[in-house]
């Protein structure tokens, strides 16, 4: 079979004649086979040239057709054993097409090529089918984007365009690249990129992506990405890169391909020039029951089957919002016996939230919450953002307070003035060191990380922040462990507040107040103990254990450009349910391979024999030894499709 590497439009148009000599050919031994039961119902006495026209019409037919054809076929596979030293399966094909009419036997030259012509239709068919998510992310991306300037609207070719560039989107426009929205809402569909299948929600500040449908409102956004950078066209490049990083299984069918074909075609030279001698009988016979050998001996069923089913399965997955970098990972994800999760922004959505409030001092709740958003609003720390967010939900107006002297100190706090009084807000050391308290406080969730803020250096009051679980992971979890896969959680955070996670979310292992090294020191122990590791964290602070573990799960909504780059695998959208999915995805995916390479040398093996014994047709051979099985194991593929998430 045809191995091109080409895509898009080139693909299409060099599997474009298949169907055609196909159908040529069909037709030629339809209307061969017409010609042949008219000459078989002519009288026996009648011996004139004039009835000699329909047995001479057919096998004109039939060899114009088989040597155009073959000729065709044979020149690919002629160039490809002189240059690269190796018998393809068009050479295969072609030898055995011509050795079968030159022994007479142009029924059956004619249907190999027929058969193969067709299963080379078919193969581009299911390779096509494959690579769909990859041209429709092409297909999807605008060649022209609306930028704003200073003399209003021009429409500019997207190549043109560099970040920090102003465009607008209006309602029902796709987005031409990437950026952050500055103005204006609306609902996006990003089924392309993420595989969500209900339109997003994005208002400013949020990030918008190239190729995204914008459905109801306009939209104004900065543009963040070149057109070649853009997450689609890297997610795109990703997937056609992926068929490099070639699964063990993959290699190991190449490997095999190298000595089954050279031995076969050996063995049907010998049967060719040396059986006729050693068990008698006519040489056209034994160079007939060569050509079957020679038929049996094309690699293509597993050769093609096996990397198409783990690109099958990476295409699939890509569908679903997860980026599988090479067919490597695919066979490593089936092997698989623990998944590691980092806590925060993995387990955890990383957007700690105000949960209690207690005031201590003198100083009423709104008071402090609002004197503590007034300093908050200018800092970028997750506690910062609770804060702030708090006080927005309770309606308080702290942007209108006057702030002054405003100091932050990195890990512990901030200080300064709000409508003149003095302000601290931080952890209970940052006001142990600030001679604020002397005593522990005993207030709120001891196990969760508490804020405590004093106005003019009054007992301090202080909050709960709480970083709420994911509304998936436990679903998640909870597949993971019904196949007998080991889970444990990494973590940097107090060992309290990581046992309380683990509780809820039922996880076997905790390893908590972790330092990035020590997290890989843990991976290593599991790996030890249960065989190999798939790391699943966040892709930002989590890229040494990522790329310890036997297979790194990035969450990539929060840092796609990192986990493009750390991780082997990566969920666009942050969605744990993937995981389970990815794992199913992966155990399918692998047992199809298996079958297809047990299929194929069984069936290859049989017909072998058979043939050698003279028990079957050559066009039986191919058939269902070579292109017949092709088509069935490549069929076989089109299950990975078809698996629920």
Known sequence: MNNTENTGESEKVERKPWIFLAAFLGVTIIVSTLLEFLIAGMPLDLNLPLFNLPAKASSILYYVSIISIAAFVGYTGLKELLVERRFSVEFLMATAALGAAYLGFLFEGATVLFLYSLAEHF????????????????????DKARIIEANGENTTDVKDVKPGTAMLIRPGERIPLDGIVVEGS?????????????PVWKKKNDTVYAGTLNIDGLLKATVTKEAEETLVSRIAKLVMQSRKRKAKMERLVDRFARIYVPIIIILAIFVALAMPRIAGGPAESWIYRSLILLVV?????????????????????????????????????DKVKAFVFDKTGTLTLGKPTVRELSCLGKVNDEKALLYAAALEQYSNHPLAESIVKKATEMGLQFRQLNVKDLKEFPGEGVVGRVNGCRVYVGSEEFMKKNDLIETPLEVGNEKHTRVCVSVDECVPFAFCVVDHVRSDASEAIEKLRVTGTHTAMLTGDKIDIAREVAEELRIEEVYAELQPENKLTVVDKLRTKHGLVAMVGDGINDAPALAASDVGIAMGSNGVDVALESADIVLVKNELARIPYLQKLSKLAVKIAKQNISVSLVVKLALGALGFMGLIPLWFAVAAGDDGVTMLLLLNTLRLPKLKA
């Open 186 to 198: 609306s609902f996006v569909d990003q089924s392309l990129v993420t595989g969500e299948s209900t």
């Open 297 to 333: 001996s094309c690699p293509s069923a597993f050769i093609l089957s096996v990397p198409a089913t783990f690109f099958t399965a990476i295409t699939t997955a890509a569908r679903k919002g997860v980026i599988i970098k090479g067919g490597a990972y695919v066979e490593k994800m």
């Open 123 to 142: 193969e581009g068919y299911i390779e096509n089918r494959a690579r769909k998510t990859v041209e429709k992310l092409s297909t999807y991306m605008p």
